[in-house]
C-alpha cells in the first residue's frame, strides 16, 4: 500500500520559513516524479512545484518561484519542500504527490497525501 505522509506544517510570521517533509513508502521511490500542491481555504488544488526521478530538474509555479525549493532524497524515500520568505497568501493545506506521468495538473498524479497545514500571518 503506497503512503505519503508529509509533515513540518505550522504557524509562521511573514517573511518567515518553513520546511515540510514528506516520507513515501510502499512504492518505488526513485521511479516517480515527486511534488508538492497546495489547497488554501475555497480554493482550488494548485500545483506548487515538482522534481524529476532523479532530481535533476524541479518545476516551480511562478508564485513561488525563487522562494521555494523541492529536494529529494531516494536512500530515504523523502522529498522536502523548502520554504523562504512566506507571505500570507501561501497559507494552505499543503499535500505531497508522485506520478509517473508528466504535467502539473493534479489529475495527472497519482499518489496523495492527507496534507499538511501552513499558516502565514501578517
Known amino acids: 500500500q503506497v503512503q505519503l505522509a508529509e509533515s513540518g506544517g505550522g504557524l509562521v510570521q511573514a517573511g518567515g520559513s518553513l520546511r515540510l517533509s514528506c516520507a513515501a513508502s510502499?512504492?518505488?521511490?526513485?521511479?516517480?516524479?515527486m511534488g508538492w500542491f497546495r489547497q488554501g481555504s475555497g480554493k482550488e488544488r494548485e500545483f506548487v512545484g515538482s522534481i524529476s526521478r532523479r532530481g535533476g530538474s524541479t518545476i516551480y509555479a511562478d508564485s513561488v518561484k525563487g522562494r521555494f525549493t523541492i529536494s529529494r532524497d531516494d536512500a530515504k524515500n523523502m522529498v522536502t519542500l523548502q520554504m523562504n520568505s512566506l507571505h500570507p497568501e501561501d497559507t494552505a493545506n499543503y499535500y505531497c504527490?508522485?506520478?509517473?506521468?508528466?504535467?502539473?495538473?493534479?489529475?495527472?498524479?497519482?499518489?496523495w497525501g492527507r496534507g499538511t497545514r501552513v499558516t502565514v500571518s501578517s
Open positions: 510502499g512504492l518505488s521511490f526513485s521511479s516517480y516524479r
Open positions: 504527490a508522485a506520478t509517473t506521468n508528466y504535467g502539473s495538473s493534479s489529475a495527472l498524479w497519482t499518489y
